[in-house]
């Protein structure tokens, strides 16, 4: 079965600074990956995805995010972190027909 | 994408009732599924619902305990049966086309069972 890893629990980030969130995967062939946002009291948000192709993918509200194969890893980035990205971050790859998802990342953004 | 309804948003129910949670798209799609996010934790798949069939079961979780339905191509519900206070957790709702790889969500049900 396909595993994701979030080795961050919380991250804590000053309004304006740059944001990277971590996520591992385990899976053998090009996996598909996602992330997830979900603010308080919300359901989840897709902000992008990676399929094949090109390995540095761009979402939406200015998110990005980079697979890199050989660490097996799909960080998120973001260059410009604002007060309403305080949310909670999943990552999740495909397994079949269903989707696995990391423990998620909570993140607070402190002004 | 699609709008996705779920209801209720929330609830607070008893010990061993029911509750049933509608999960109602606006378009056609050909794959629903359902997940459960217990308090601080991620989302594990309960099912997933087809049309005209029975729901496809993941393990750790049976029909007794979690009726589904799915009459149509927009529509399912989830029954929590029999509640206990373990049941407390945010149900949510999510669809995709066919290859069912990009899934969008409903905004969640929070149940507390008291």
């Known amino acids: 079965a396909q595993s994701v890893t979030q080795p961050d629990i919380h991250i804590t980030v000053s309004e304006g600074a740059s944001l990277e969130l971590r996520c591992n995967y385990s899976?053998?062939?090009?996996?598909?990956l996602f992330w997830y946002v979900q603010s308080p009291g919300q359901g989840l948000q897709l902000l992008l995805k990676y399929f094949s192709g090109d390995t540095l993918v761009q979402g939406i509200k200015g998110f990005e995010a980079e697979f890199k194969r050989s660490q097996s890893s799909f960080n998120l980035r973001k260059p410009s972190v604002h007060w309403s990205d305080a949310a909670e971050y999943f990552c999740?790859?495909?397994?079949?027909?269903?989707?696995?998802f990391g423990a998620g990342t909570i993140l607070r953004v402190k002004s | 994408s699609a709008v996705i309804s779920q209801k209720p948003s929330r609830d607070i129910c008893q010990r061993g009732t029911s509750l049933t949670i509608q999960c109602q798209v606006d378009s056609q799609v050909t794959m629903m599924f359902w997940y459960r996010q217990q308090p601080g934790q991620s989302l594990t798949l309960i099912a997933t619902a087809n049309q005209g069939s029975e729901a496809t079961y993941e393990s750790g979780f049976v029909i007794d305990k979690f009726p589904i339905s799915r009459p149509n191509l927009t529509f399912s519900t989830l029954t929590v049966s029999n509640m206990s206070p373990e049941d407390s957790s945010i149900y949510l709702c999510?669809?995709?086309?066919?290859?069912?790889?990009?899934?969008?969500f409903g905004a969640g049900t929070r149940l507390s069972v008291l």
């Open positions: 999510s669809v995709a086309w066919t290859g069912g790889n990009i899934q969008y």
């Open positions: 899976y053998g062939a090009t996996p598909y």
């Open positions: 999740a790859v495909v397994d079949g027909n269903k989707l696995v």
